[in-house]
């Protein structure tokens, strides 16, 4: 059975720097783009980065781009959002989704991971 | 970036009443576009890929058709548990982007 676990979401403050993680289990990791897809409270869906199988490929939107950071361990089953200067806008759910091709649907996500950031 | 609108952003229906939900795109997307179902406080639901293909394990009264800019989610006879909102996303070009969702709601 195919899983998706996120961890590492909290309360912040504006500046501050949070870790996802998202643990994948029950299919080949290492064979699979991974994405964040996020959510804000009462809000729509808003893709935010992926990366591709061996992490040579990382695409962001351009309100994260520079401030986050996308990655992988193929090895520990594991894909990452480094999330620095954070601002109130990205208060959100952190969902990570499992990704068919760089341009393709996600079919398996994660249940999510609420990172709040407020002073 | 590619913008995707959606039509209706909410609509009433009923059990067993047709239900037709469209997304446009800013530009041509060809086929690469999906449809998501998402209940509250769920993860979404991949339900359509490629405009037209029903994703494994999800009935046959839901559907999807188009390509280009314009396409259609259609519910068949709608059930109980199809009360939810709806999400396309289309995945031609990055960013991919998401239309802002159509909340289907019991009348």
């Known amino acids: 059975e195919v899983q998706l676990e996120e961890s590492g979401g909290g309360l912040v403050q504006p500046g501050g720097s949070l870790r996802l993680s998202c643990a994948a289990s029950?299919?080949?990791?290492?064979?699979?783009?991974m994405n964040w897809v996020r959510q804000p409270p009462g809000k729509g869906l808003e893709w935010v980065a992926n990366?591709?199988?061996?992490?040579?490929?990382?695409y962001y939107v351009d309100s994260v781009r520079g401030r986050f950071t996308i990655s992988r361990d193929n090895a520990k089953n594991s894909l990452f959002l480094q999330m620095n200067s954070l601002r109130d806008d990205d208060t959100a759910v952190y969902f990570c989704?499992?990704?068919?091709?760089?341009?393709?649907?996600?079919?398996?996500w994660g249940q999510g991971t609420l990172v709040t950031v407020s002073s | 970036d590619i913008q995707m609108t959606q039509s209706p952003s909410s609509l009433s229906a009923s059990v067993g009443d047709r239900v037709t939900i469209t997304c446009r795109a800013s530009?041509?997307?060809?086929?690469?576009l999906n449809w998501y179902q998402q209940k509250p406080g769920k993860a979404p639901k991949l339900l359509i890929h490629?405009?037209?293909s029903l994703q494994s394990g999800v009935p046959s009264r839901f559907s999807g058709s188009g390509s280009g800019t314009d396409f259609t989610l259609t519910i068949s006879s709608l059930q109980p548990e199809d009360f939810a909102t709806y999400y396309c996303?289309?995945?031609?070009?990055?960013?991919?982007?998401f239309g802002q969702g159509t909340k289907v709601e019991i009348k």
């Open positions: 989704a499992r990704g068919e091709g760089s341009n393709s649907y996600n079919d398996y």
């Open positions: 029950g299919f080949t990791f290492s064979s699979y783009w």
């Open positions: 990366i591709k199988q061996d992490g040579s490929e990382k």
């Open positions: 530009q041509s997307i060809s086929t690469f």
């Open positions: 490629a405009a037209s």
């Open positions: 996303q289309q995945t031609y070009r990055t960013p991919l982007t």
